[in-house]
């Protein structure tokens, strides 16, 4: 790292990914610290400095101090992938660790206990928090979780027909035993005895609910805008893909319609865009946290659709980063959905529906999370923006900053607010809108990310 950017990070102040201490007053600190950091979204930690960014130097012999950290990364366990750096701001000797974030299924312990960064400070996880971790972090994964009380008695033979006849695999189950299938797409093990996995019995099974009790959809339809009168409803307890052909239909059904004619065609249009619902509801299912008792709810109102899932945003994925990029949290479940036509897995999605919700003249969906639910609202008000399809679709703003990229090639979020004078959260926004749609691509990472014109 270069002197400017650690100046900038330590101006910063402590976050999530940046820890700051004057000096190395005890190794387990320290220990605690990386280990926080790798667990969450890896990190900077600074020797020399206030917690609120003053510079005071390391005024211990500098070789000495970097074995100590060295000492309490090995401490962890596993030890973190770490590099140590040493530099001199304001004629003061600073040390710099910085830490690489676990791997996708992996975690560290310092002392037998798991350490995480929430906000800016290094907390231990224990209990409920322990467990919540190790499952986000998919190390206690429902995909990979094993259900003894599953037989292949009671799995449906034409259900998995089906899904190989989508796959052009029609021969596969004359050659091969239902035993074969399930371990050749690591559905089940046998090391000995036949093990299924949890996942199996939701997607192939002759009565999912008697095992998966929780993986439901309750479906109602208020009238007006308030949660309290029912006009119907309905209870969807079946495997996922007839699930999810069940609550797009019940959602169809019970919406709006007008007919308009192209060329010599009737066409019956929604007061919502087909594809937005069912990749509302798709998603609701492929996402959805399977160890969690709450169901999906999918709620009608006169003006608006909602659908809540348990489940929040898997950890490791910022908000600012969702609907860039693809993040599975079940991904057995994904991989066959998107083998049967109903996932794309490219983190398209959202973009997606945002256009098609414009292209209808409605507003964009609105994403709300919480720490334990996802809910997407649809509205069917009418709403003035337009699909981001090229420049001139982009916002004063944005088009404000793709000049000023032009001009000076690269711009920071805190560049982005002061030449359109909007708020720091306004100008991420803006500009995680113009990533979305491949007009800006994002370089670097923490305090020292930038961006650019994407070519």
């Known amino acids: 790292m270069d002197v400017k950017q650690i100046k900038e990070?330590?101006?910063?102040?402590?976050?999530?990914?940046?820890?700051l201490k004057e000096s190395f007053h005890s190794g387990q600190d320290i220990s605690k610290a990386v280990c926080s950091l790798a667990n969450t979204l890896g990190g900077i930690l600074i020797l020399g400095t206030t917690n609120k960014g003053k510079i005071v130097g390391v005024t211990e012999n500098l070789d000495k101090v970097q074995q100590k950290i060295a000492n309490s990364n090995q401490a962890i366990t596993p030890a973190p992938l770490s590099c140590i750096e040493t530099?001199?701001?304001e004629s003061k000797n600073i040390i710099v660790t910085i830490v690489q974030r676990a791997?996708?299924?992996?975690?560290?312990?310092?002392?037998?206990?798991?350490?995480?960064?929430?906000?800016?400070t290094t907390k231990c996880l224990e209990g409920h928090t322990h467990l919540e971790f190790l499952r986000n972090r998919q190390i206690l994964s429902f995909d990979e979780s094993y259900d003894s009380l599953i037989k292949i008695t009671d799995l449906d033979e034409e259900k998995i027909k089906n899904y190989l006849k989508s796959r052009k695999q029609e021969n596969y189950i004359v050659e091969h035993s239902i035993k074969d299938f399930l371990i050749?797409?690591?559905?089940?093990?046998?090391?000995?005895?036949?093990?299924?996995k949890s996942p199996t019995v939701l997607l192939f099974g002759k009565n999912p609910s008697h095992f998966q009790p929780q993986a439901e959809i309750k479906l109602v339809q208020f009238l007006g805008l308030e949660p309290v009168k029912i006009i119907a409803h309905k209870l969807i307890q079946?495997?996922?893909?007839?699930?999810i052909e069940q609550a797009i239909g019940f959602v169809k059904s019970h919406l709006n319609k007008r007919i308009e004619i192209k060329g010599s065609k009737r066409?019956?249009?929604?007061?919502?865009?087909?594809?937005?619902?069912?990749?509302?509801?798709?998603?609701?299912?492929?996402?959805?946290?399977?160890f969690s008792k709450d169901s999906i709810q999918i709620y009608l109102f006169d003006n608006r659709l909602e659908i809540t899932n348990p489940g929040s945003l898997p950890k490791g994925l910022p908000k600012e980063l969702f609907g860039t990029i693809s993040v599975q949290r079940n991904p057995i479940i994904y991989r066959f959905l998107r083998d049967l036509g109903y996932v794309e897995g490219l983190g398209t999605g959202i973009p997606r529906m945002k256009n098609a919700m414009r292209s209808s003249g409605l507003k964009d969906p609105d994403f709300k999370f919480t720490e334990t639910f996802f809910r997407i609202v649809l509205y069917n008000r009418k709403s003035s923006k337009k699909p981001i399809e090229s420049t001139d679709d982009l916002n004063k703003r944005q088009k404000q900053a793709i000049a000023y990229l032009k001009k000076h090639k690269s711009i920071k979020s805190k560049t982005y607010a002061q030449i359109t004078n909007v708020s720091n959260a306004t100008a991420v926004k803006e500009i995680n809108e113009m990533i979305q749609f491949k007009y800006l691509k994002k370089i670097g990472v923490y305090r020292g990310a930038y961006y650019i014109l994407k070519k």
């Not at 791997?103 to 800016?120: D, M």
């Not at 050749?184 to 299924?196: H, P, V, Y």
């Open 87 to 89: 530099h001199k701001i």
């Open 238 to 243: 079946d495997d996922l893909v007839n699930s």
């Open 103 to 120: 791997s996708e299924g992996s975690y560290y312990t310092f002392q037998g206990a798991i350490y995480v960064r929430i906000g800016s």
């Open 184 to 196: 050749s797409n690591r559905l089940a093990s046998n090391n000995g005895q036949l093990k299924i």
């Open 9 to 19: 990070i330590i101006s910063g102040g402590e976050t999530q990914e940046v820890e």
């Open 267 to 290: 066409e019956e249009v929604y007061e919502y865009p087909g594809e937005v619902i069912r990749e509302a509801i798709v998603n609701a299912i492929a996402h959805r946290d399977y």
